[in-house]
């Protein structure tokens, strides 16, 4: 697994509860487990932050999940400049 590189730009870093949590939703070690774990934080993900940490948006784990109804998606406010989600297990 390589190293994530928690920045300014990727927000703060998922705590192990997170990281537990979101090896439950996706393959644990792997770039999906951590952007579930991001999208998990409080404050939720944009995929500004997603593509600033693993270089590409990884929707498609993120909207299977809402689709096996293992989650649920908040859009969150962000002073208009993008998108923020945050998933919510159920």
């Known amino acids: 697994m390589r190293t994530h590189v ?3 730009q990727t927000g703060p870093k998922p705590n192990r ?3 537990k949590e979101a ?3 996706a393959r644990p070690q792997t770039d999906d487990c951590v952007v579930v774990a991001m999208a998990l934080r409080p404050n ?3 995929q500004n932050e997603v ?3 693993v270089g590409h948006p990884h929707r498609n784990k993120l909207k299977k999940l809402i689709q096996d109804d293992k989650v ?3 859009v969150l406010p ?3 400049r993008s998108t923020r ?3 919510v297990r159920k």
């Open 6 to 8: 928690f920045n300014k």
């Open 17 to 19: 509860d997170l990281l």
């Open 23 to 25: 090896a439950m939703l």
């Open 44 to 46: 939720g993900v944009t």
């Open 51 to 53: 593509i600033a940490l």
């Open 72 to 74: 649920k998606q908040v």
């Open 78 to 80: 962000d002073n208009g």
């Open 85 to 87: 989600i945050r998933l």
